[in-house]
């Protein structure tokens, strides 16, 4: 394996820049770590709660740095054919068939288990890739998959290599950016954690959130911005289920900007009426009663009264 040198040079600076450019907002420990995670070639574990932009930061690594971007989402059952690999057995039987290939090489003859005969999957995809400048290799809510597979992954976290028993050991000549992601919905072992430099993420400060709307929803009045922004803000202060993320948010401040035809103050009817952009559990939907829109209303008033102050 060649040690990727496409990354041993970014700075913190740099990569501030980069973020920029993309309108992703990082705050300075976010861009430490990234930045040390680059230039030292180690994977990224990135955790947090639902909807705080971790898999945004594998998009935008990507788009920053144009290189393809390699997804594997995890879910429960994954195994790991589903994210390595997987044999054309269609072409394989074909070539038995028409007598151009055997299912072994003891023989003589060319072996079906080969290289021509195999469908790449993600993971295999991200460490052949053979570019000058290698794959952001995004492996989505790693919580989400058994811990079988989490041990599987274990090969390729610390040496950039899989097994593949028919064809035996497969490596990266440049080894992939790794970022996993997690929300936590159960832990996740020492020794996959030990093979990763580790960022957890928080939904923005108000400050954040409302540049992050400002850059992403730019059709939206800066002052119904800022009351976005303070209603999430005071959703999160309650037990909610499922407080709303940085993904709602920017949902929310879509839906108010494709509605509204003024900027005109944030009215507690309004807020009633698109809450499903923003609470996505009914227990949560039903305790927005007419208390707490009144207390949302006039956290909406007071953000926008302060920001044309």
């Not at 009817?269 to 009144?294: A, F, N």
Request: contains cysteine.
């Amino acid at each position: 394996m060649t040690r990727n040198t496409s990354f041993e040079s970014v700075s913190e600076s740099d990569l501030e820049a980069r973020f920029e450019r993309a309108d992703y907002v990082a705050d300075d420990r976010t861009v430490a770590t990234v930045s040390l995670a680059l230039q030292l070639g180690r994977p990224l574990l990135v955790e947090g709660p639902p909807g705080s932009g971790k898999t945004e930061l594998g998009k935008v690594l990507a788009e920053s740095f144009e290189t393809d971007l390699i997804r594997l989402q995890c879910y429960e059952g994954l195994t790991a054919e589903n994210a390595l690999y997987e044999w054309n057995y269609t072409k394989q039987l074909l070539a038995v068939q028409a007598d151009e290939g055997s299912v072994a090489d003891d023989d003589g003859g060319r072996s079906v288990f080969d290289e021509e005969y195999l469908l790449e999957r993600p993971l295999l995809r991200a460490l052949t890739a053979g570019d000058e400048t290698p794959p952001v290799l995004l492996i989505d809510e790693i919580d989400r998959a058994d811990e079988a597979f989490e041990a599987f992954l274990l090969e390729l976290l610390s040496d950039f290599q899989v097994s593949i028993p028919e064809l035996g050991t497969v490596g990266a000549d440049q080894p992939p950016v790794v970022v996993l992601t997690s929300n936590r919905t159960r832990g996740l072992s020492d020794a996959l954690k030990r093979r990763c430099l580790y960022l957890h993420v928080d939904p923005p400060a108000f400050e954040d959130e409302y540049d992050i709307v400002r850059r992403k929803v730019p059709e939206l009045d800066a002052a119904v911005a800022a009351e976005v922004c303070a209603v999430v803000a005071r959703l999160r202060e309650e037990a909610f289920l499922k407080r709303p993320g940085v993904a709602e948010t920017l949902d929310w401040a879509r839906a108010v900007a494709r509605l509204r035809t003024d900027d005109e103050p944030l009215s507690a009817d309004e807020i009633e009426r698109t809450i499903g952009c923003l609470l996505k559990e009914v227990e949560d939907v039903e305790r927005v009663d007419t208390e707490l829109l009144e207390q949302l209303r006039e956290a909406a008033a007071a953000a926008g009264d302060q920001l044309e102050a």
